[in-house]
């Protein structure tokens, strides 16, 4: 008699499967990811218990993700933040709203934004543009800013920094004022937590450096490398300003060279947190940046939360989970290269 019982029922199948499916899963060494040491012999096998947690936001997050600025005012606008906001709470995750611009004029669309029945207690941000600052300063109207959070019920409000993607779309906000200064005004006048972003080309060092000076709430980096607004806005353009204005899509900084520029700063700054965003593809780049981080991070990502809300709940809850199942497996097995 066997000294355990055998539960293993699909056994044969499972072997069945091995065989068969063998050929197919040959790896070349090109395909290794070079940025971590595999370490199977330090751990146990992950479970549902894996502390993934992190304190950001002035917030437990269960897991250390944020869902990026995205979309209002169109169509299909409100289920799509419905399923991302309802994702924060099921998961314990935090999340900025699209560009409530509209909202600063009219109502029409305040139900696309209004997601904070679905998410209560969650880290939730408001958006509005470098653009609408200037304005509300020149107008001496920056209450409107407070009321937009207000009315949102919003912990606070995140200004996008875009001169590229105004520059190169056709109905392009101007503005002349520096970025940092009217945030600084923005500061000063209301009691708002803010959170400051660029919306797919990144930061370089000086701008990083004079954004962390400021007493913001985080900086989310929305960084080169995924969703490109100076191309998005190209693509929407005639094709001689398409074809000729391209070399200006491909500036920027990614995450990555970001994370350096962010490390070399005198820590502490009065910005200590960062969202590490823009072209993060899965949850090692995340789990790779965040460890390479000095400062306490958390990532984010945009279209790729994107493309699973438009398909459903469901099939976004299925993305998370699994994004989690790598996160846990990351923290188990992987040690960063440095
Ligand atoms: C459909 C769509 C709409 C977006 N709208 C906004 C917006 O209104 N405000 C903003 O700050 N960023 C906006 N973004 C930029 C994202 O927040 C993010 O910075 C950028 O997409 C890079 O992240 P990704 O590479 O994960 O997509 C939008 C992105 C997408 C894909």
């Given at each position: 008699?066997?000294?355990f019982?055998?539960?293993d029922?699909?056994?044969k199948?499972?072997?069945a499967?091995h ?5 197919e ?23 549902s ?6 304190y ?6 269960e ?12 169509e299909?606008a409100k289920?799509?933040n ?8 099921d ?10 611009r ?10 696309d934004?209004n ?42 409000l ?15 906000d ?16 209301t ?9 797919g ?37 005639e ?9 200006l ?15 070399e700063?005198?820590?502490?700054m ?6 590490i ?5 899965n ?39 699994n ?16």
């Amino acid at each position: 008699m066997s000294v355990f019982e055998d539960k293993d029922s699909t056994a044969k199948e499972r072997k069945a499967d091995h065989i068969k499916l063998a050929f197919e899963s040959q790896l070349n060494e090109q395909a290794l990811d070079q940025r971590f040491y595999y370490e199977p012999a330090l751990t146990g096998i992950p479970d549902s218990n894996t502390d993934l947690s992190k304190y950001f936001l002035n917030h437990r997050f269960e897991i250390p993700m944020w869902i990026s600025s995205m979309t209002g005012g169109t169509e299909r606008a409100k289920k799509i933040n419905e399923n991302l906001a309802r994702a924060c709470h099921d998961y314990g995750m935090g999340m900025g709203l699209g560009s409530c611009r509209s909202l600063l004029t009219s109502n029409e669309f305040f139900e696309d934004f209004n997601v904070r029945k679905w998410m209560p207690g969650r880290p939730l941000y408001a958006n509005l543009g470098i653009a609408q600052l200037a304005q509300l300063i020149d107008g001496n109207k920056l209450h409107l800013a407070e009321k937009l959070v207000e009315d949102l019920e919003a912990n606070g409000l995140i200004i996008h920094i875009n001169p590229l993607q105004e520059y190169l779309q056709p109905e392009g906000d101007m503005y002349t004022a520096k970025p940092v200064e009217m945030l600084e005004q923005l500061l000063d006048k209301t009691r708002l937590s803010v959170i400051v972003k660029e919306v797919g080309q990144g930061f370089g060092p000086e701008s990083i450096r004079q954004l962390m000076q400021l007493p913001i709430a985080a900086l989310d980096f929305g960084a080169s490398g995924g969703t490109n607004f100076a191309l998005l806005e190209l693509l929407r353009a005639e094709a001689s300003k398409k074809e000729q204005l391209l070399p200006l899509a491909q500036l920027g900084h990614s995450a990555g060279e970001m994370i350096s520029f962010v490390n070399e700063l005198p820590h502490p700054m009065a910005c200590s947190q960062i969202i590490i965003s823009g072209g993060i593809q899965n949850f090692l780049d995340g789990f790779y940046l965040m460890n390479k981080s000095k400062v306490p991070a958390i990532y984010a990502q945009a279209s790729g939360f994107l493309k699973h809300a438009l398909e459903g709940y469901d099939q976004l809850c299925i993305y998370i989970e699994n994004q989690i199942a790598g996160l846990r497996a990351a923290q188990a097995f992987l040690k960063i290269k440095d």
